[in-house]
Each structure stands twice: as C-alpha cells, then as structure tokens.
C-alpha cells in the first residue's frame, strides 16, 4: 500500500445464508481509497455497498479477501486490535444517529474520547472547539430528545472526527433529514474535508451526496459497476 492510501480491498467477497440459499452480498470488489478523499459508494438498494462500507470498517469479515486499513491487514488482528482499531482509527456516522439518549450532545461527542482515557478538561475543549466549527454552539447540555434531527446528525458527526481519525464511514447520513438540513450537513461535511483534511467515505443512493463527491463508486449487485473521478 502507498503511504497516500487509507483503504484497500483487495478481491472482497461476502457471502450470507438465507435458509438454504447463499447469497453474494459483495463479489470480488478491489478498491483503493486515498487520504483527503470525498468518496461516496453507490447503487441500488441490495448493490452491497453497506456490507461493503461495513467491512472497511472492521463492522464485519470478509467471507474472502482481504481489507486493508493503514497498511494493516484486518484479517490479521485480534478482535482487540480491530476493537481498538475502530474506537481509534475510524469515525462512524449512521442514518440513525446512534446517540446515546441520557447523554447531553456534548457528553456523546465526547464518548470516543472518554474511552481513550483523555482527560475530562482536554475531550470537553477539544469538543467545544469541533461544536463550534459544527454549528453546535449553545446546544452542549441539550438531551438527543431535544435536538432536530439534523442537529443529532451534527453530534453524530462531532462524535466521528473528535478522535481524529484516518478515515468516516458514513452509512446514509441524510436519509432521515430533510432537503435543507440534508445540504447543511452536505456543506458541513465538504468543509471539514476542504479545511481540515478530513477523509469521508459514504454509502448512499441520495443524488445529493452523490452529486457533492469527489469520486463516485458505484455498486450493481455485488460487484463493482464502475469508479469515476469528478473534476
């Protein structure tokens, strides 16, 4: 792998049962995924690009070959490497959210970094600084309940690049938003990818994200339909 690369798969497959029919979800796929990327995997709904995006993020195994994070083969670590893996190398961003409900916006940002043992004093500045550039100001002490959803997702997206990792994964993050709040996110995200070289890698069928990437990877039952990069 090249030092400018994050992500490799090389020859993905992913196979699941469905009572006595096995299915390919992901058939073979190689890809490379560089460092600053703006990236979005896309295709119909059953193309496999969530299962694809799952295992990049160490969510779930290849049935074969091999995906490859900061030149570590993930195959090849324990399940407390690929744990701590994910908690210090990955930033997830669901379309659900996934808050935790009695927490405080500020208190679920900060929950990646509490389980690195930063210091209280340090992970409560480093979040604020990241609420401000995220538009989140004021709304520290706010419960979830008490958010919109565009400013839940804006917490999921703090929580996601307050460890400062390689690379977010972001499955459908403006599937449960609407078209305005889905382009603030949009310009959000684009933002911290121009000036804070944050490297985004999205799973989506929403024109809009599609539209704003960089490069657009697209999935058509399981395989890897074509790999285009915008100008």
């Known amino acids: 792998m090249t030092e ?4 490799q798969t090389k020859n993905v497959t992913r196979l699941f ?7 390919t979800a992901v058939d073979g796929i190689t890809l490379d995924i560089e460092n600053g990327a703006f990236a979005t995997l896309c295709g119909p709904s059953g193309s496999g690009k969530t299962t694809l995006l ?3 993020g160490a969510l779930d195994e290849p049935t074969d070959g091999t995906v490859t994070l900061e030149n570590k083969k993930l195959k090849e670590l324990s399940r407390s490497e690929l744990s701590k893996l994910r908690r210090d190398r990955i930033g997830f961003v669901f379309q659900a959210y996934n ?8 208190e679920n940002a900060e929950f990646t970094l509490a389980l690195q043992n930063v210091e209280k004093g340090k992970r409560r500045e480093m ?13 520290e002490n706010r419960k979830p309940d008490e958010l919109s959803g565009g400013q839940q997702q804006r917490v999921a997206i703090a929580r996601a690049i307050a460890s400062s990792p390689a690379i977010v994964l ?7 938003v609407d078209s ?9 995200m684009e933002a911290l990818n121009n000036n804070k070289g944050v490297t985004f890698l999205f799973s989506t069928h929403d024109q809009r994200v599609i539209d704003r990437a960089r490069r657009v990877i ?5 395989k890897l339909f074509s790999d285009e990069t915008m100008v």
Do not use: H, Y
């Not at 808050?99 to 500020?106: E, H, K, S, V």
């Not at 979040?127 to 709304?139: C, K, P």
């Not at 305005?180 to 959000?188: E, K």
């Open 4 to 7: 400018n690369l994050i992500v």
């Open 17 to 23: 049962r469905q009572g006595k029919v096995e299915v």
């Open 54 to 56: 799952n295992m990049i």
């Open 99 to 106: 808050l935790i409900p009695t927490l405080t916006a500020l």
């Open 127 to 139: 979040v604020l600084e990241i609420f401000n550039d995220v538009g989140l100001s004021g709304l």
């Open 170 to 176: 972001a499955d459908e993050p403006t599937a449960n």
């Open 180 to 188: 305005a709040t889905a382009d603030s996110l949009l310009d959000l």
């Open 218 to 222: 697209t999935l058509k039952d399981g």
